[in-house]
């Protein structure tokens, strides 16, 4: 069967799954027959009472509930004795006894007995109301409060305050995201409770393991739970960042200069790209960006997932798996798994504003989000809602040298002194670029029945952008025919600027249900983004006076459609899963305007020709099997397989064990896993074709991407069909837990990947002007200076450990305090010879040189701490975090006397949060308080390194950013 063929038919078979739920919900209705048993449960949350009875005497029972409509509960269970020949006793405080017409035809005393029996019961039954909240008394609302052993319960109200029928021996279980479980008796008529924040290490957590629920500490795999009050205690204003200044192995920072690379800014674990890091949301995979990093950043050649697209308020948690997980999940789990989980907050509305502003007065930034969940009556079901909007304005940090390396302009050349004196900047804004960002985002459960219901989750982003290329000097392209200047006026130059207009989206719909026994899910995805690039303030010298101003260059568009049914069961102490996923993907390139692509193309960004434009597909199955088994109340065991398909590379086979043990008392654990993974090389490095301006000396050229199906790579080059990267982990840790509020976890890995995907450095013509040599009669046959292309090419091998420590409800005399230390070590080394092409390396050609290999060796810190500190004192909040970031290091292209090493720096952030009321607080945050920046550029004799002093910081390497100190505030309002 074709892979076409195949996704047909799951396609199909979920459909049918879903009409046939649909048409059995249909007939039921139709003919009102309902099975006694659910129809009980559904009276029970309909007027709040209770039936006891023997399943046994039930489990067959269906009734016509036609009759039943619009009577009071007294006739309705009249009306089910007739109908059934049961017998139904009131036994008080809303407490009912069911028995059959059998237990009738028993002896009177055994009845009575038994009634006695439940009356008793009753005679002790209290109402229990009280109040909850945290240390500093302030309420919580949403607390989950469950009589044990049982589904019966309820949620505190916004003021925190509940109340619940319960016998006095009746233990009372009170659980809360982010806090300590709590559990007391029922034993008097009002219990308020004091929840303590916890470690989140007794929550469960989705990924890594899709059977038993697992913890932090008991998981086989390291896994970090980072709620929506630790993103916001980092103070920083999108998901992004608040997961770098909370994730030791997570680093993204901002780009400048970079074209669309500034409007996403690549995010990876544990310094392996972008690309091998796997995003999902409530466990479903979520769309790669449109995007290939194409410019000298870190991640060039990658393609990653659009995390500014997710707006942080409607979060509830990000889990992050730091593990190998190709096997459980699929494609790109190398590094590990992101899974973000989405609010189910149902009990009030939140609304909160935020601002901003650099200390040099400028990235100025404001937003506000609202949450709100929607409970449905009679239900568990829920509905939460979230719109959030974002902008903010440029940064600018530049040099002022007065003079232009590059073109060797002096501050006393006698013709462009005055304008090097009204330019000492060469005319640079290098920062963050300027955005708008607007989103909705909803999550949506709705129970049908006691182990059924359907759920829903989306989100739609859209965002505007604007960032700047290298200004152009005067006596770098001339203005001839007046586009930027009067006839009369003094010719200044321009700066272009690349212009973004970037949309997001992602839907769920799925089924969940037990059916014979397993837990089964079935749910269909869809995901897009694109993005449309817009060049201004720019000209197309080749048009002359008819050139306009501003381009339309071109667009991109990536997305997926996706199928997965899941079934789960426990046969004792062994838990089986199984699924399989059916995904369609396809990528597209729109070509630009004509005038930004005819003779020499838009400055600074030429556009995509129509050559270039193209709609790429492809279709993917893959199947999985996992079986975890428990030898022990200790020891676990647990394996994974799945099988993949692809229909433009083929087939793939991974596997993975993993293993814990864990210690009396639960005071800590033993872990292990060894696996095998891959990664798909997206249909962007497959199918990316087009051109950019390149920097050489003081010429600027046009060179070529050429995508790896075109002829000239396949045929002329001898470049391969680019094929799946696989990889193996291993990784080996110990958590230990001697104090309920006192954690630690130490966890080394090891990370082999084989055939790496890379984007060469640029090919174009050697030095020796004699001779034409095969590569170079390549360049002239097709118009180029010099020519880049993806191939399987590289090996590398990754050596890390993570640390892991946090010390929580610390008594400070009428306070409470909290530490957090957390770290990452890494090191990767390229292993085995870079794989390039025969016609290239007989020619003395290099395919990926020192400065491209740096962007993968150590563009990224190899070493992060974070050490923080949380002080509450009844409604005041203090934070103050600590961050390391490790040395990086830049590269030269030839020479190594003229690499760069920047020396690690600690970041300080200071926090503040007041609680004014039970519905009001008001934070700010200092961000960078001590003003650290990066080590400046050092050129050391190669102005290409600096381009003759535009920059004062390393862009091509980045630890942090170079905004400086940053202030924030904002209000928080509950409804």
């Given at each position: 069967?074709?892979?076409?063929?195949?996704?047909?038919?799951?396609?199909?078979?979920?459909?049918?799954?879903?009409?046939?739920?649909?048409?059995?919900?249909?007939?039921?209705?139709?003919?009102?027959?309902?099975?006694?048993?659910?129809?009980?449960?559904?009276?029970?949350?309909?007027?709040?009472?209770?039936?006891?009875?023997?399943?046994?005497?039930?489990?067959?029972?269906?009734?016509?509930?036609?009759?039943?409509?619009?009577?009071?509960?007294?006739?309705?269970?009249?009306?089910?004795?007739?109908?059934?020949?049961?017998?139904?006793?009131?036994?008080?405080?809303?407490?009912?006894?069911?028995?059959?017409?059998?237990?009738?035809?028993?002896?009177?005393?055994?009845?009575?007995?038994?009634?006695?029996?439940?009356?008793n019961k009753l005679r002790l039954q209290n109402k229990v109301i009280g109040k909850i909240t945290d240390l500093n008394g302030l309420p919580l609302a949403g607390v989950n409060?469950?009589?044990?052993?049982?589904?019966?319960?309820?949620?505190?109200?916004?003021?925190?305050?509940?109340?619940?029928?319960?016998?006095?021996?009746?233990?009372?279980?009170?659980?809360?995201?982010?806090?300590?479980?709590?559990?007391?008796?029922?034993?008097?008529?009002?219990?308020?409770?004091?929840?303590?924040?916890?470690?989140?290490?007794?929550?469960?957590?989705?990924?890594?393991?899709?059977?038993?629920?697992?913890?932090?500490?008991?998981?086989?795999?390291?896994?970090?739970?980072?709620?929506?009050?630790?993103?916001?205690?980092?103070?920083?204003?999108?998901?992004?960042?608040?997961?770098?200044?909370?994730?030791?192995?997570?680093?993204?920072?901002?780009?400048?200069?970079?074209?669309?690379?500034?409007?996403?800014?690549?995010?990876?674990?544990?310094?392996?790209?972008?690309?091998?890091?796997?995003?999902?949301?409530?466990?479903?995979?979520?769309?790669?960006?449109?995007?290939?990093?194409?410019?000298?950043?870190?991640?060039?050649?990658?393609?990653?997932?659009?995390?500014?697209?997710?707006?942080?308020?409607?979060?509830?948690?990000?889990?992050?798996?730091?593990?190998?997980?190709?096997?459980?999940?699929?494609?790109?789990?190398?590094?590990?798994?992101?899974?973000?989980?989405?609010?189910?907050?149902?009990?009030?509305?939140?609304?909160?504003?935020?601002?901003?502003?650099?200390?040099?007065?400028?990235?100025?930034?404001?937003?506000?989000?609202?949450?709100?969940?929607?409970?449905?009556?009679?239900?568990?079901?829920?509905?939460?809602?979230?719109?959030?909007?974002?902008?903010?304005?440029?940064?600018?940090?530049?040099?002022?040298?007065?003079?232009?390396?590059?073109?060797?302009?002096?501050?006393?050349?006698?013709?462009?002194?005055?304008?090097?004196?009204?330019?000492?900047?060469?005319?640079?804004?290098?920062?963050?670029?300027?955005?708008?960002?607007?989103?909705?985002?909803?999550?949506?459960?709705?129970?049908?029945?006691?182990?059924?219901?359907?759920?829903?989750?989306?989100?739609?982003?859209?965002?505007?952008?604007?960032?700047?290329?290298?200004?152009?000097?005067?006596?770098?392209?001339?203005?001839?025919?007046?586009?930027?200047?009067?006839?009369?006026?003094?010719?200044?130059?321009?700066?272009?600027?690349?212009?973004?207009?970037?949309?997001?989206?992602?839907?769920?719909?799925?089924?969940?249900?037990?059916?014979?026994?397993?837990?089964?899910?079935?749910?269909?995805?869809?995901?897009?983004?694109?993005?449309?690039?817009?060049?201004?303030?720019?000209?197309?010298?080749?048009?002359?006076?008819?050139?306009?101003?501003?381009?339309?260059?071109?667009?991109?568009?990536?997305?997926?459609?996706?199928?997965?049914?899941?079934?789960?069961?426990?046969?004792?102490?062994?838990?089986?899963?199984?699924?399989?996923?059916?995904?369609?993907?396809?990528?597209?390139?729109?070509?630009?305007?004509?005038?930004?692509?005819?003779?020499?193309?838009?400055?600074?960004?030429?556009?995509?020709?129509?050559?270039?434009?193209?709609?790429?597909?492809?279709?993917?199955?893959?199947?999985?099997?996992?079986?975890?088994?428990?030898?022990?109340?200790?020891?676990?065991?647990?394996?994974?397989?799945?099988?993949?398909?692809?229909?433009?590379?083929?087939?793939?086979?991974?596997?993975?064990?993993?293993?814990?043990?864990?210690?009396?008392?639960?005071?800590?654990?033993?872990?292990?896993?060894?696996?095998?993974?891959?990664?798909?090389?997206?249909?962007?490095?497959?199918?990316?074709?087009?051109?950019?301006?390149?920097?050489?000396?003081?010429?600027?050229?046009?060179?070529?991407?050429?995508?790896?199906?075109?002829?000239?790579?396949?045929?002329?080059?001898?470049?391969?069909?680019?094929?799946?990267?696989?990889?193996?982990?291993?990784?080996?840790?110990?958590?230990?837990?001697?104090?309920?509020?006192?954690?630690?976890?130490?966890?080394?890995?090891?990370?082999?990947?084989?055939?790496?995907?890379?984007?060469?450095?640029?090919?174009?013509?050697?030095?020796?002007?004699?001779?034409?040599?095969?590569?170079?009669?390549?360049?002239?046959?097709?118009?180029?200076?010099?020519?880049?292309?993806?191939?399987?090419?590289?090996?590398?091998?990754?050596?890390?450990?993570?640390?892991?420590?946090?010390?929580?409800?610390?008594?400070?005399?009428?306070?409470?305090?909290?530490?957090?230390?957390?770290?990452?070590?890494?090191?990767?080394?390229?292993?085995?010879?870079?794989?390039?092409?025969?016609?290239?390396?007989?020619?003395?050609?290099?395919?990926?040189?020192?400065?491209?290999?740096?962007?993968?060796?150590?563009?990224?810190?190899?070493?992060?701490?974070?050490?923080?500190?949380?002080?509450?004192?009844?409604?005041?909040?203090?934070?103050?975090?600590?961050?390391?970031?490790?040395?990086?290091?830049?590269?030269?292209?030839?020479?190594?006397?003229?690499?760069?090493?920047?020396?690690?720096?600690?970041?300080?952030?200071?926090?503040?949060?007041?609680?004014?009321?039970?519905?009001?607080?008001?934070?700010?945050?200092?961000?960078?308080?001590?003003?650290?920046?990066?080590?400046?550029?050092?050129?050391?004799?190669?102005?290409?390194?600096?381009?003759?002093?535009?920059?004062?910081?390393?862009?091509?390497?980045?630890?942090?950013?170079?905004?400086?100190?940053?202030?924030?505030?904002?209000?928080?309002?509950?409804?």
């Amino acid at each position: 069967m074709t892979i076409r063929g195949l996704s047909n038919l799951l396609l199909s078979l979920v459909f049918f799954c879903f009409s046939t739920f649909n048409t059995a919900i249909y007939a039921q209705n139709l003919k009102s027959e309902t099975n006694l048993v659910t129809l009980l449960h559904q009276l029970s949350k309909d007027y709040n009472v209770y039936f006891n009875y023997n399943p046994e005497d039930l489990k067959d029972l269906s009734l016509n509930t036609s009759g039943l409509e619009g009577v009071r509960l007294k006739k309705k269970l009249k009306q089910i004795e007739q109908l059934t020949e049961l017998k139904i006793e009131s036994l008080g405080s809303r407490y009912y006894v069911i028995y059959s017409s059998k237990d009738l035809n028993k002896s009177n005393n055994k009845i009575k007995g038994r009634l006695l029996t439940h009356q008793n019961k009753l005679r002790l039954q209290n109402k229990v109301i009280g109040k909850i909240t945290d240390l500093n008394g302030l309420p919580l609302a949403g607390v989950n409060i469950r009589i044990k052993g049982t589904t019966i319960g309820t949620t505190s109200n916004f003021d925190g305050n509940y109340n619940l029928d319960a016998n006095p021996n009746d233990m009372l279980v009170y659980s809360y995201i982010g806090f300590k479980t709590k559990e007391r008796k029922a034993d008097k008529n009002v219990i308020n409770i004091v929840l303590i924040e916890g470690i989140s290490l007794n929550e469960v957590v989705m990924i890594g393991n899709r059977s038993k629920p697992r913890t932090v500490i008991n998981s086989a795999v390291p896994i970090d739970n980072i709620s929506a009050v630790d993103l916001s205690s980092t103070g920083q204003s999108t998901l992004d960042q608040m997961l770098n200044y909370k994730i030791p192995s997570f680093n993204s920072t901002n780009q400048a200069i970079s074209d669309a690379t500034a409007h996403f800014d690549p995010a990876d674990l544990r310094g392996l790209g972008p690309s091998r890091t796997l995003v999902l949301i409530n466990g479903k995979r979520k769309n790669q960006s449109a995007l290939v990093y194409i410019n000298d950043t870190p991640g060039k050649g990658e393609v990653g997932v659009d995390l500014k697209s997710i707006p942080a308020a409607a979060i509830e948690r990000v889990e992050v798996l730091r593990d190998g997980a190709s096997a459980q999940y699929g494609s790109d789990a190398i590094a590990g798994v992101l899974n973000i989980v989405l609010k189910k907050n149902k009990q009030y509305t939140q609304i909160e504003t935020q601002t901003g502003i650099t200390t040099r007065g400028d990235g100025f930034s404001n937003g506000v989000s609202i949450n709100s969940g929607i409970p449905f009556q009679n239900s568990d079901g829920y509905l939460n809602l979230t719109a959030a909007f974002y902008q903010q304005d440029f940064t600018s940090r530049t040099n002022n040298l007065g003079f232009d390396a590059l073109y060797n302009i002096t501050e006393n050349d006698t013709e462009w002194a005055n304008w090097l004196q009204k330019y000492p900047d060469l005319g640079m804004t290098v920062g963050q670029p300027k955005t708008k960002n607007y989103n909705l985002n909803y999550n949506f459960e709705l129970p049908v029945s006691p182990t059924c219901s359907w759920y829903s989750f989306g989100g739609l982003s859209y965002r505007i952008g604007e960032s700047f290329a290298l200004y152009r000097a005067p006596y770098w392209i001339e203005d001839p025919n007046n586009l930027f200047h009067e006839q009369n006026e003094a010719y200044e130059g321009f700066q272009p600027t690349f212009e973004t207009d970037i949309r997001d989206n992602y839907f769920t719909l799925g089924f969940k249900c037990q059916i014979l026994g397993f837990k089964t899910d079935i749910s269909a995805t869809q995901g897009r983004n694109a993005v449309d690039y817009l060049v201004a303030n720019s000209l197309n010298q080749s048009l002359g006076a008819n050139s306009p101003t501003r381009f339309d260059v071109g667009s991109y568009a990536f997305d997926h459609i996706l199928t997965n049914m899941d079934f789960t069961k426990a046969f004792g102490k062994t838990n089986i899963n199984f699924g399989w996923e059916v995904r369609r993907e396809s990528f597209r390139s729109t070509a630009g305007e004509p005038a930004s692509y005819l003779g020499e193309g838009t400055v600074s960004f030429p556009g995509i020709q129509p050559r270039d434009q193209l709609i790429a597909t492809r279709n993917n199955f893959g199947s999985y099997a996992e079986v975890d088994h428990e030898f022990s109340k200790r020891f676990m065991l647990g394996t994974a397989i799945r099988y993949e398909y692809f229909s433009d590379f083929g087939k793939n086979i991974s596997w993975k064990a993993s293993s814990r043990y864990t210690f009396k008392e639960d005071k800590g654990a033993l872990r292990a896993s060894v696996s095998t993974g891959f990664r798909a090389p997206s249909l962007h490095q497959i199918y990316l074709s087009n051109t950019q301006t390149l920097v050489s000396g003081e010429s600027v050229s046009n060179q070529g991407t050429f995508s790896n199906q075109d002829p000239i790579i396949r045929d002329n080059l001898g470049v391969k069909q680019l094929t799946a990267e696989r990889s193996r982990n291993i990784t080996a840790g110990i958590t230990i837990k001697p104090l309920d509020n006192l954690f630690f976890s130490a966890d080394f890995y090891n990370v082999y990947v084989k055939n790496r995907v890379l984007f060469t450095n640029e090919i174009g013509f050697d030095e020796d002007l004699a001779q034409i040599n095969p590569v170079e009669s390549i360049l002239i046959a097709n118009n180029i200076t010099s020519l880049k292309f993806f191939i399987n090419a590289v090996n590398t091998n990754t050596n890390g450990l993570d640390l892991v420590g946090n010390y929580t409800n610390i008594k400070l005399g009428e306070a409470w305090g909290k530490l957090t230390l957390a770290a990452n070590f890494n090191k990767t080394r390229i292993v085995d010879d870079i794989a390039a092409p025969t016609i290239l390396k007989n020619n003395n050609y290099e395919i990926f040189n020192r400065k491209e290999q740096a962007r993968i060796l150590s563009a990224r810190p190899r070493s992060k701490v974070l050490l923080g500190f949380n002080y509450n004192l009844r409604r005041l909040n203090l934070g103050l975090n600590n961050t390391f970031f490790g040395s990086v290091k830049w590269q030269h292209a030839e020479d190594p006397g003229k690499d760069q090493t920047f020396t690690g720096k600690i970041l300080t952030d200071i926090t503040l949060n007041y609680q004014l009321n039970t519905n009001i607080s008001f934070y700010c945050a200092v961000n960078n308080i001590f003003n650290v920046y990066p080590d400046e550029l050092d050129n050391k004799g190669d102005v290409l390194t600096d381009l003759g002093g535009r920059f004062k910081y390393a862009w091509e390497v980045n630890q942090f950013g170079f905004n400086g100190t940053t202030l924030n505030g904002g209000l928080r309002i509950k409804l």
